[in-house]
């Protein structure tokens, strides 16, 4: 089973994968989170600006790729799945388009292989994710592009979308810039970039609700309602490995202002 978060960026997408995996574990399940990135969290005097880390990014990220081109012919599908969401919706910098391609080549291939396993793996960022970021990147793009590429995506057994409020969303963007090595700030989307993303997966849920896919809208904002949204999705987890059908739900989960303003 492929479960998928998206949401913008600084919305707890990786925080509540962990979390999710952890308790399925705990429960009997076999769950895995799949990262989109690993952050260096080790401090180096010698690069004290992360650049060689950065660097190393870099070649890992061309490394991989060229071994995934080197697959051929399975290659061949994951680079076409690729080629095909970056052109329906090409981000206007070209750096973002090589990155974005890269990123999306090798999420092929680690899609591929959750296919064909028989544990629960979670995405902290799917293909929907992806085509919300190729559409923030883009500028342009209107409910017929993001409609064409959703359709061209390889489809998850359930997308989770993380709802959280924009000032804590924000808060979290500049506390993680923060902490990020100068070489990579460089190469990352600005604050206000990614707060314009809100809109856009306003779009993209709007979309998929419309469609037949299992869409589940959460927003844990505190211990309480992390429980709370962790609890409801291992039950329509359970419910759909015991057969029970097609799951499609939406939920909101929300705790009140004054627990809120403390978060």
Sequence with gaps: MI?????????GKTTFAHALASHLRESGYKANVMLSYQPNKQSNRFDRYGILYFAYRIW???MHTTYTIAKSPIAQKEISISGCLVKTMPPSRIIWR???????????????????????????????QAIGTLAIFNGAANDALLSKALDLAPEADFAIRLLAPRDVV??????????????ERLFEAKISTNLNSFLIFDDVNRILSGT??????????????????????????????RGAGDMHATVRMQVSDEIRAEV
Excluded at 108 to 128: L, P
Excluded at 221 to 241: W, Y
């Design 3 to 11: 479960i998928e978060l998206f949401g913008p960026p600084g919305s």
């Design 60 to 62: 890992a990220a061309f």
């Design 98 to 128: 090589i990155r974005l391609w890269q990123y999306i080549v090798n999420l092929s291939r680690y899609w591929d292989a959750a296919q064909k396993s028989e544990d629960i793996v979670i995405f902290d960022q799917g293909f929907v």
């Design 170 to 183: 924000e808060t979290r963007l500049r506390e993680r810039m923060r902490h990020e090595p100068k070489a």
């Design 212 to 241: 037949d896919r299992n869409i589940l809208s959460i927003q844990p904002t505190d211990q309480a309602s992390m429980k709370s949204c962790i609890a409801f999705v291992e039950s329509i987890i359970t419910d759909r490995l």
